[in-house]
T-cell receptor
Framework: DSGVTQTPKHLITATGQRVTLRCSPR?????VYWYQQSLDQGLQFLIQ???????AKGNILERFSAQQFPDLHSELNLSSLELGDSALYFC????????????FGEGSWLTVV | QQPVQSPQAVILREGEDAVINCSSS?????VHWYRQKHGEAPVFLMI?????EQKGHEKISASFNEKKQQSSLYLTASQLSYSGTYFC????????????FGKGTHLIIQP
């Protein structure tokens, strides 16, 4: 158990819908990362927050957005869902914002039908 | 920009050695190595922060060639438990790209 908690674990939704994935980082960690994992693309970096502020941005679609709240939990919002958005979404956290061990949660499986 | 890993897959017999390479087109600040088993979350192996640095334990170690913007992961006398997908992650000096992972190297260890 890494200490990073993600909910929900599994989610099935229809195309065009909107979902929210939630992440609670390890106690004491200030940085939160979001990754998308599909079979052929490995771990795609989406976005990173550090202490409430956006720290780095990867290949995050405009239909996706995220934020980190004052209590340091984070949410990833996915809207206008398409079949291709089906993937495993990982949240990870670390103490500082770079060059640090990051700990992954168990992931949220999203299936778009 | 995603680092490039090679090979894409390796099949070994128990006790054999393997090398996994990771290269980037950008100057690297740090290199991270993670292992992921099927159906599980990636697990941290090590971070390398300085050019030329080698870290690890006796059987799993890594090197970082800052000049060549490359890192290699060495697995010696492989065990069945080493099976999984290995990811290298890189942070460049600018920092705005975050921790970006390669597509992974699938390692299968056979008895």
């Amino acid at each position: 158990d890494s200490g990073v908690t993600q909910t929900p674990k599994h989610l099935i939704t229809a195309t065009g819908q909107r979902v929210t994935l939630r992440c609670s980082p390890r106690s004491g960690d200030l940085s939160v990362y979001w990754y998308q994992q599909s079979l052929d693309q490995g771990l795609q970096f989406l976005i990173q927050y550090y202490n409430g502020e956006e720290r780095a941005k990867g290949n995050i679609l405009e239909r996706f957005s995220a934020q980190q709240f004052p209590d340091l939990h984070s949410e990833l919002n996915l809207s206008s869902l398409e079949l291709g958005d089906s993937a495993l979404y990982f949240c990870a956290s670390s103490v500082v914002d770079r060059a640090d061990t990051i700990y992954f949660g168990e992931g949220s499986w999203l299936t778009v039908v | 920009q995603q680092p490039v890993q090679s090979p894409q897959a390796v099949i070994l017999r128990e006790g054999e050695d393997a090398v996994i390479n990771c290269s980037s087109s950008k100057a690297l600040y740090s290199v991270h190595w993670y292992r992921q088993k099927h159906g599980e979350a990636p697990v941290f192996l090590m971070i390398l922060l300085k050019g030329g640095e080698q870290k690890g334990h006796e059987k799993i170690s890594a090197s970082f060639n800052e000049k060549k913007q490359q890192s290699s992961l060495y697995l010696t006398a492989s065990q069945l438990s080493y099976s999984g997908t290995y990811f290298c992650g890189t942070e460049n000096w600018g920092g705005a790209d975050g921790l970006t992972f390669g597509k992974g190297t699938h390692l299968i260890i056979q008895p």
